[in-house]
Structures are given as C-alpha cells and as structure tokens.
C-alpha cells in the first residue's frame, strides 16, 4: 500500500501574499509517522512550499500559492498512490482542498480520495457532497486513518471503524461513531520530519520569521487542545479535551530535531502551552539539565493568568526569550461576549514584569465580532497603545465552521447568500462585514492600528522612560544588542514599505 498526504496550495488576495512564512503539517506528518510505524509507504507534498505565486485573475486580484495542478497530478501519476489524504484545516481555503481532490480522482479514478482537518471534521456533510471524496476523518487522524488503510489493504468494511463518514448511493451520508480522543499522546512516533523538505522550513529569514532569534528554527506542537472554549476558536470541536505530552517526551523531540537537524530555536505549536505549570516548569528543567542551549518562543500565545515572576525566571533560564499572551480584546464586553477570563490590568502589569526581565512580549487580539461596535474595538486599540507590549497580533475574526462564533455569522446574515466561505478572506484581510462595519473598514482599521502601534514603539524607544523600562533591559550584552538592532530594522522597513504584517 502507498498513501500520499497531500497539504493543499491556497488562494489569497494578491496584495497579502507575502504576509505568509510557511510552516510544516505537522498533522500530516504524525499520521504519516504512525502509517510508517505500521510499515506503509507514504509520501507527503506540501503543495505551499516552493512559494510559486500563480495569477487567478488579474481583475479578481487573487493569487494562488503554491504548486500547479500540473505538478500535483505528475506526481500523483508517478506515485501511483492507493489512498490520497487531503487535508483541509480552514474554512477560507476549502476551495482549494477541493480542487485538489477533484484533480486527484480525475487523474487516478480508482485511487480512493480521504480528506481531514478542522474544517472537514466539522463540514464533512457539506464536503462529501463531491462525488471525488470517498471518506472523511472526522478529528484527530492518526489512528482511525491507520485503521482505515487496514480495511482497505485487507478489502474489508470499514464501517466499523469510529470516527469516519462517507457518501452511500443517493447521496445519503453514513457517519460512524465519534472516535474518543487519544489519550496518552507520548505514545505517538515523532512526526516523520524525514518526508520533509525540512530545510525549507527551518531556514526561513523572511516574513515573519525575520523576527526570530536564531536559526534554525524547530516546530513542536507539545499538547493538543485547549482548556478554554472562545467563541471564535474551533480547536475544542476538533481536539475534543486538552492533553499534554510529559516533559520528557517533549524535550526528547527537542534534542532530536537540535542533533539532526541542528536548530537553535523551538517554535510551540500549543494553542495554551502553559495551561499546567508543573508541566512548563518541568520542560523547562529538561532543557537545562540537558544543556540544549537553545532560545525557544510560543507564538500561539500563553495564558496570562498563569505567569508569575519565579514562573519567567525558570523560562527565561531555559532560553524563552519571546513571549506570547492570548489577550484577544481591551474591552471586558468582548471579552465575556467570546468567554474569555482576562484580567486586563493584571495583565499590563505581567507585561511590564516580563518588560523587565529583558523578554520581548506578543499579544495577541481579534477584532470585528459580529455585533462590535467601533466603541468597544476603539478600546482594544487603546489598550493596546497603552500597555509595553513589543510586538502584536491583530487579526480580524474569521467564521470558522464548527465554532460558536460561525453560528453568530449565521444569524445575523454575515454570511453572503448561499452561505459558503468567501475565497480569499483570512485573519490580516476580511470580506466579512459585521453589523456595524464594513470589511474593507475593518481592514483599513486593522493596518492602521498596527502602524500606529509599530510608530509608537519607535518613538517611545526615544524617551528616556520608555528606553529604560522597555529597551535596556534587552540590550545587556552583545547578542541582545545585535538582535534589537535586527528588530528595529525590520520594524522601520515594514512601516516604510507599508505592507500588511501581522
């Protein structure tokens, strides 16, 4: 048996497209550790890697990024793959996935098509309505995907196989019962980083990644799930229940990808990385006793509620030198509307601590809920001028499909008449509209509060104040100095060139 995983290209509006670094699948690649476990063939196309940027339509003003069906159908051609899994994670980008699929079973009509993700786990009904998906996987992949090509390698139904859907005749959808989440997660192989063009991702220098410390730069998701419910958020419909991995089997992946692949640098993947402080103090130990000697960041975010200073001393220790805060909203209206449990000043106050300890804090904040007012996102603005941050996040919510939120778009008719995902719209540029503002205000407000906030951070570095409590402490020795010096730089050349950063 040979299976081909397959990370869909996306379609993006043109003047976004070099917003995006590139980051591995990591859920493609644990499946295809636990396939390669069994003694399956795989082989994994990240249809996004080269970063090939191919017009749609020029009056349309979308590109798409990525490979060419011409490639994707050479290689399926070559390959010759029993099964094709597709990986469909985000509402905005189905298009896309289906394409893919679609190209799939027209270049191989007997290759039995299997797709996945967030968004399929949750619009599989929609999904299988295309007559080039054979079966869905509903949730996290790794088991119920090796069950499945069993069944199929042996010939033998598969309707007993939880956590699956697939299309009988006339269309009827037939759903087996939910699959129970893994529960012990050291128990899954490392991701099979070898069917990986690995140095495409952990030499990236621009972007995004311009911002990081030291390269390589290694990616880990060390937990799944998350112990919040936000209303905008669809991971807790996919994962089901938080888990952890323990600190060894998260720091023994972090010594794997230092010894073969040499990073400097671990990026987390976690959506709450520091949801268990026994286990974050723990992981912290690990890399110390170990001697890794590595920096290491959660752009994700942390909750914020969950650091105190002996906390930050331990992780900067480890190496943490970047740290990240879910804070979503300044407006405790927003914040009890998507049910977040944020202390606003609390937090200020954790930023200046962190401030002091020479860490570069990220907050991270979404904008344009539904039924937000200009009031209330005029005071997230002003929160966000108003705390130490270094860095932000600013992005503008997204109707994912299974979320709470998604609903909320539903009911007050956000959607667009026939109700489907809007082809080119993501975080850093909306066509949504809310009740109250239109997307391209929305838009327009996003990119400004950004500006405003990266001209702020200048000129507050002038002041004597604001130099001693947020920039001396980041230029204590050489390396320090060298890499503020890097973030100026790159701050100033994104306000000069005017582009859509995140």
Request: hydrophobic fraction near 40%.
């Amino acid at each position: 048996m040979k299976i081909l995983l397959i990370k869909p290209y996306f379609t993006i509006n043109t003047e976004d497209a070099q917003t995006y670094g590139f980051f591995p699948p990591m859920g493609l690649a644990y499946i295809a550790s636990v396939l390669e476990q069994n003694n399956f063939t795989v082989k994994i196309i990240d249809c996004q890697l080269p970063n090939k940027k191919i017009r749609i339509n020029k009056n349309v003003g979308l590109v798409k990024i990525g490979i060419s069906d011409n490639e994707i159908k050479n290689i399926i051609k070559e390959f010759a793959p029993d099964v094709i899994g597709i990986s469909i994670n985000f509402t905005s980008f189905a298009k896309d996935a289906l394409n893919i699929a679609k190209l799939a079973k027209a270049t191989s009509p007997e290759t039995i098509v299997v797709i996945g993700g967030a968004y399929a786990t949750i619009a599989y009904q929609e999904i299988l309505k295309n007559s080039c998906i054979d079966i869905a996987v509903l949730g996290e992949g790794e088991i119920t995907f090796l069950e499945l090509i069993k069944k199929i390698q042996n010939e033998e139904s598969y309707l007993n196989i939880p956590g699956i859907a697939l299309a009988k005749n006339e269309g009827k959808i037939i759903t087996t019962p939910a699959r129970e989440p893994i529960k012990n997660l050291d128990e899954l192989p490392f991701p099979s980083y070898h069917l990986l063009k690995m140095d495409r991702y952990i030499n990236q220098h621009d972007k995004n990644f311009a911002f990081y410390k030291a390269y390589p730069v290694g990616f880990i998701m060390s937990s799944r799930g998350c112990p919040y419910n936000c209303i905008f958020c669809s991971t807790s419909k996919f994962f089901k229940k938080y888990r952890e991995r323990s600190a060894k089997n998260v720091v023994d992946e972090i010594e794997f990808l230092v010894e073969t692949y040499k990073v400097k640098e671990i990026h987390f993947f976690d959506d709450c990385f520091n949801a268990n402080r026994k286990r974050t103090e723990s992981i912290c130990q690990e890399i110390i006793d170990r001697q890794l000697n590595i920096y290491w960041q959660v752009g994700q975010g942390m909750a914020i509620k969950n650091i105190d200073e002996p906390l930050l001393h331990l992780m900067v220790k480890s190496g943490l030198y970047r740290i990240g805060f879910s804070l979503e909203s300044g407006s405790y209206n927003t914040l009890k509307y998507i049910r977040k449990p944020i202390d606003l000043e609390h937090s200020l106050e954790v930023i200046n601590l962190c401030n002091k300890l020479g860490l570069y804090t990220h907050g991270n904040f979404v904008m344009g809920f539904p039924s937000e007012t200009k009031e209330e996102l005029d005071k997230t603005i002003n929160y966000i001028m108003k705390s130490n941050l270094d860095f932000i996040n600013l992005t503008i919510c997204q109707p994912l499909a299974g979320s709470d939120l998604y609903d909320s778009y539903k009911e007050s008719k956000l959607l667009g008449e026939n109700e489907q995902p809007k082809e080119g719209s993501h975080y850093l540029n909306t066509l949504y509209d809310t009740l109250y503002l239109k997307a391209n205000e929305l838009n327009i407000l996003r990119k400004n509060t950004v500006r405003k906030f990266l001209i702020k951070k200048i000129l507050q570095s002038m002041t004597p104040q604001g130099f001693k409590i947020v920039i001396y402490p980041k230029i204590t020795s050489i390396d320090k100095i060298l890499f503020f010096l890097k973030i100026a730089y790159n701050t100033l050349k994104l306000i000069i060139l005017r582009k859509n950063i995140a």
